[in-house]
């Protein structure tokens, strides 16, 4: 996985963030084997769904989340995007180093 080191991308309070395989991190931002995990669970998931089909699935249930979370002392925000099936999955299973021998293909659907 190619990754950049940058001040620009991502933005806001983001560390990192997974555009078609290719890792943006906030300067300062350990890359750490957990960080590494996740996004390349992203990077399965966008391979999936042939990329184009992963950002428009992500955007629709990101705003779906947004709308249907209730605020819980967190910010709605952060509760949306924490619910995303997408990241779920890759939350879950960031810790777990053998997860790509025992992944089935579009597991990300079960997170829902």
């Known amino acids: 996985m190619l990754v950049i080191k940058n001040n620009l991308i991502p933005f806001d ?11 943006f991190v906030k300067k300062g931002t350990e890359v750490t084997p957990r ?4 996004e ?7 391979f999936e769904m042939m ?4 950002y428009l699935v992500y955007v629709i249930e990101f705003i779906y989340r947004y ?7 967190r910010s709605r ?3 949306a995007y924490r619910a995303i099936s997408f990241e779920r999955e890759a939350y879950f299973n960031e810790s777990r180093p ?4 025992l992944r089935e293909p579009y597991q990300w659907m079960t997170y829902r």
Do not use: D, E, R, S
Request: glycine share 8%; with cysteine.
């Open 35 to 38: 960080l590494i995990q996740h």
């Open 67 to 73: 709308i249907k979370q209730k605020p819980n002392g």
């Open 13 to 23: 309070t983001y560390k990192a963030i997974n555009v078609c395989g290719v890792l």
């Open 77 to 79: 925000w952060k509760q």
């Open 51 to 54: 990329i184009v089909g992963f």
């Open 98 to 101: 053998n997860y790509f021998a």
């Open 40 to 46: 390349k669970i992203h990077t399965k998931q966008m």
